[in-house]
């Protein structure tokens, strides 16, 4: 077995968490992939896995071999893809991620309509709420909500989104509408918890920050029970922007102190700091043309 294809089961079984799962990801056998990952360790000298009778595990060795193997590989698929010519048709995986919500509202139908584009993709996607690491866990594309560490991979800002108080127009009839963060007092309020930790609800206007823990009625552990109990009348919540998007079109939610909601940044990244391949670059460029134009992510 050559060291390329080595390196590929090395990655395999890692990602994989196991020697069998790996075998049939990769349609070998399992002795040839033991003896593949036992060759190259003995070639290193070194122990990329800890084995045991019921996982498998990366030592510090193999963490960092890994990520080395990953960048290879993929410059070496980019590279084939070039020489092939088959830039103008991209073709193979691509795994792309985003936090759960929005990836359920914005990015499923952004990504059903590249894979009509580019009948050659084959889409994976990871929404969970937590940071994703693109290189430990194999994904390509990620989209990210917030200010973006300091990281040498690729990256384009395709917009914003705030975090913004809304209401039934009903309960604004009603109860009257804020005109500051403290007459949040003496309304009825919706806390999304996983979007203010501890309760406290921070606004900031003018480069001057206030922050409210305001007495809640509810606190939902999720972003539809918050806005389904704000579009029903139960009182002001507070979310993304881009999650009560058609609620605001629809006239079901107005937004409320608007003012005190500065832009947080969304931006695309992928993680092949070179030479792109063509499946990556596809899919990259796709997602990042589809949020530019998308009114909910718009900067302003």
Request: glycine share 8%; aromatic share 4%; with cysteine.
């Amino acid at each position: 077995m050559d060291r390329l294809q080595t390196m590929r089961v090395f990655a395999a079984v890692a990602e994989e968490g196991g020697f069998a799962a790996a075998a049939r990801r990769l349609r070998l056998s399992a002795p040839s992939v033991t003896r593949a990952v036992a060759a190259l360790e003995a070639r290193l000298g070194a122990r990329l896995l800890h084995r045991t009778t019921r996982q498998v595990r990366l030592t510090d060795v193999g963490a960092t071999y890994l990520a080395d193997c990953r960048r290879i590989l993929a410059e070496v698929d980019a590279a084939d893809d070039a020489a092939a010519g088959r830039h103008a048709a991209p073709q193979g995986p691509v795994a792309v991620t985003g936090s759960a919500l929005f990836g359920r509202i914005v990015l499923a139908p952004i990504l059903l309509d590249c894979l009509d584009r580019h009948p050659g993709i084959e889409l994976t996607t990871l929404f969970v709420d937590r940071v994703v690491d693109l290189v430990d866990e194999g994904i390509d594309v990620a989209v990210r909500i917030g200010e973006l560490p300091d990281s040498a991979l690729p990256a384009v800002r395709v917009g914003s989104v705030r975090r913004v108080l809304c209401a039934a127009p009903a309960y604004l009839a009603r109860r009257g509408r804020p005109a500051t963060p403290a007459d949040l007092a003496g309304h009825d309020t919706i806390d999304f918890v996983n979007l203010t930790p501890g309760g406290e609800w921070a606004f900031s206007r003018d480069g001057r920050r206030q922050a409210l823990r305001p007495r809640a009625r509810l606190r939902a552990n999720n972003a539809d029970m918050a806005i389904a109990a704000a579009v029903a009348g139960g009182g002001i919540t507070r979310v993304l922007s881009y999650m009560i998007a058609p609620e605001v079109r629809a006239g079901a939610l107005e937004v409320v102190l608007g003012d005190f909601a500065p832009p947080i940044p969304v931006t695309v990244v992928h993680k092949e700091p070179g030479h792109t391949s063509a499946r990556v670059r596809a899919v990259f460029d796709h997602v990042v043309a589809r949020l530019r134009s998308d009114p909910a992510i718009a900067d302003g």
